[in-house]
C-alpha cells in the first residue's frame, strides 16, 4: 500500500528531520507512524505538510518520505488559495497514493483537496472535533473579559482573537462537508463519533486507539519524587485549553500554599519579536499571573520532547486538564499512565477515561473554584492522592493491554480499499 498522511502543520517527527521549529503538540504522531510501520513493513507512507519556508523540504529516512510545501499555514474556515492549493494537488499528484489519511478536519485543506482529488479514498482521523468546539467562542472567554488586563496595543491584537473564533464558526461548515464526502472517518471515543453519525448517519465510522509513547510506559510517578505542591498541565496557546481557568485557582489556593507552583509546557510565541507576534491570549495571561502576583507561581516550559515531557510529569504533584471541550487528550492519557493523580474538567470525551475519584476529580469547566478545591484536597491528602494515581495507571495499563494500533490502521485501510 502507498499511504500518504496529511499533517495540517508540522508536528512530531517531520518537524525534526526537516529542520523546522521544533512542535510541542504532536509526539502521538510518531507512535502512530513506528506502529504502523511495524504492524506492516510493506506499506509505503509520506507524511506531507506546509509551513512557512523558502523552499520545499523532502527527505526520505528509515524509508519513510517527509514533505513540507513552502505555502505558509493552512486556512481555517476559508477556502485555500488556487494557486496554493494546486501546489498540495501536485505533491499528491507526484506521490500517487493509493489512499489518503487526513489527519484532523481543524483546517479547510482536507475539503479544498477532497473537492478536486475523486479517484483516491480519502480518510479522516477525528482530533478537534470542530463541530463540539464551535458551540463554545472563544473558549468562553469574552474578548470584553480579556481587554480588561490587555495594554492598548494588545486590545487592537485582540481582534483576531475574535475574528478567529468566527473562522472557527465556518470551518464547522467545512467540516461537515468534507466528512459527508469522505470514505471514512475514525477515532478511539464514542464522543468524537457522536458528533457526526448523528448528522451523517452513511458515513463509515471505526474505532481505533493512539499509542502513548514508550517513555510513558517506561517512567513511573512518585510522590517522593516529586516537587511539593507542583502542578503540571497541558499546553495551550488558547482558552479552548483553559489555562486561565488553572491561573484563577491557584490565585485561589496561593494564602494557603505559598510555594504552590504551575508548570505550563509549550511554546509561546511562533515569531519573533514576541511582542509583535505572542498569541493574545498568553500576553492575557501573562496579565493575569501579574494581577495576582503569581510570578513566583507560574512556569512556562517551552517546548519540550516527550522525554521531557516524562520528566517534568514525574516532577509534579498532579496532573490538571483544564480544557473547555477535549477529544482525547494525549496529554492525560500520558499522565494517567505514568500513575499521576489528575483532575480534568467533565467535557467531550473524557468522562470515558476519568471516572470521579476512582481514576481521577472531574468538575464542570467554569468552575475554577471546584478545581481548586480538587487540587487542595489532594494536596492535603497524599494518600488518596497515590490511590488515584495507581488507579488511573491501572486503568490505563487494562485499555492498552490488547492494543495493537498499526494493525487496526492497516485493517481500515484494506477495508476501505476494497470497496
Known sequence: MNILWILNSPIGEISNVLNLSRAQSGTWIDGAMESLLKAEPSVRLTILTTAKVKEIRRKTEDGVEYVCLNLGRCPR???????????WISEINRIKPDLIHIWGTEF?????????????????????????????????L????????????????????NKDSRFMEKQAELELRMIEGSSAIFSDNEWALMQYQ?????????????????????RKWSLDSARPRSLFCLAGRTAYKGIHQ??????????????????????????SPKWLFEPTYITY????????????????????????????????????????IENES???REAMMLGMPVV???????????????????????????????????????????????????????EYENENYGKTLVDIYQKVLKK
Open 330 to 332: 494525549a496529554t492525560l
Open 198 to 218: 448523528m448528522k451523517l448517519p452513511n458515513v463509515p465510522v471505526y474505532f481505533d486507539k493512539l499509542p502513548i509513547r514508550q517513555v510513558f510506559y517506561n
Open 108 to 140: 479547510s485543506i482536507g475539503y479544498d483537496i477532497a473537492r478536486r482529488i475523486k479517484n483516491i479514498p480519502i480518510v479522516y482521523r477525528i482530533q478537534g472535533a470542530i463541530n463540539a468546539i464551535s458551540k463554545y467562542p472563544n473558549g468562553h
Open 77 to 87: 474556515g476559508k477556502s485555500t488559495s488556487p494557486g496554493k492549493l494546486e501546489g
Open 142 to 161: 469574552s474578548v470584553k473579559r480579556m481587554k480588561k488586563e490587555l495594554s492598548w496595543f494588545d486590545r487592537l491584537k485582540a481582534n483576531k482573537y
Open 246 to 271: 488553572v491561573i484563577e485557582a491557584v490565585a485561589l489556593l496561593k494564602e494557603e500554599f505559598p510555594d504552590i507552583l504551575l508548570r505550563i509546557p509549550g511554546s509561546i510565541a511562533s515569531r
Open 285 to 324: 495571561l501573562k496579565k493575569l499571573i501579574k494581577k495576582y502576583n503569581l510570578e513566583q507561581n507560574v512556569e512556562f516550559l517551552g517546548p519540550l520532547t516527550s522525554e521531557e515531557m516524562a520528566e517534568f510529569m514525574c516532577q509534579s504533584s498532579l496532573f490538571v486538564m483544564p480544557s473547555v
Open 344 to 398: 480534568s474538567a467533565f467535557v467531550g470525551d473524557v468522562y470515558e477515561t476519568v471516572v470521579h475519584r476512582e481514576t481521577g476529580l472531574l468538575y464542570r469547566y467554569e468552575e475554577y473554584e471546584m478545581l481548586a478545591y480538587h487540587i487542595r484536597t489532594l494536596l492535603k491528602d497524599s494518600g488518596f492522592a497515590q490511590r488515584l494515581g495507581e488507579h488511573a495507571m491501572a486503568f490505563m495499563e487494562q
